[in-house]
Nanobody, 112 residues
Framework: QVQFVESGGGLVETGGSLRLSCAAS????????MTWYRRAPGKQRELVAQ???????NYANSVKGRFTISRDNAKNTVYLQMNSLKPEDTAVYYC??????WGQGSQVTVSS
């Protein structure tokens, strides 16, 4: 059974940092491209960052230079280190490996 469990969100002030984690199960994690998405209130879900099985990364322009995606294949976990957070980063963050199943997400709120 495919499952993604996100954690690490919270409330932080502008300029602060958070590290999100996503534990995956039921997939061949080491062979899967993993993606972080976010959905802000009233907006569509958008891609934030992506990491391939080989470790190649891709970022949305809005987070380049501030966010870093990484993975630990031994733990079936993908991370998102978020620095210099802005109020516009406020959203529910999700991870996925291209499956129909979604986790509950992790709420990130950045106060101004």
């Amino acid at each position: 059974q495919v499952q993604f469990v996100e954690s690490g969100g919270g409330l932080v002030e502008t300029g602060g940092s958070l590290r999100l984690s996503c534990a995956a199960s039921g997939i061949l994690f080491s062979l899967t491209t993993m993606t972080w998405y976010r959905r802000a209130p009233g907006k569509q879900r958008e891609l934030v960052a992506q990491i391939s099985a080989g470790g190649n990364t891709n970022y949305a322009n809005s987070v380049k230079g501030r966010f870093t995606i990484s993975r630990d294949n031994a733990k079936n976990t993908v991370y998102l280190q978020m620095n210099s957070l802005k109020p516009e980063d406020t959203a529910v963050y999700y991870c996925n490996g291209g499956f129909m199943t979604w986790g509950q997400g992790s709420q990130v709120t950045v106060s101004s």
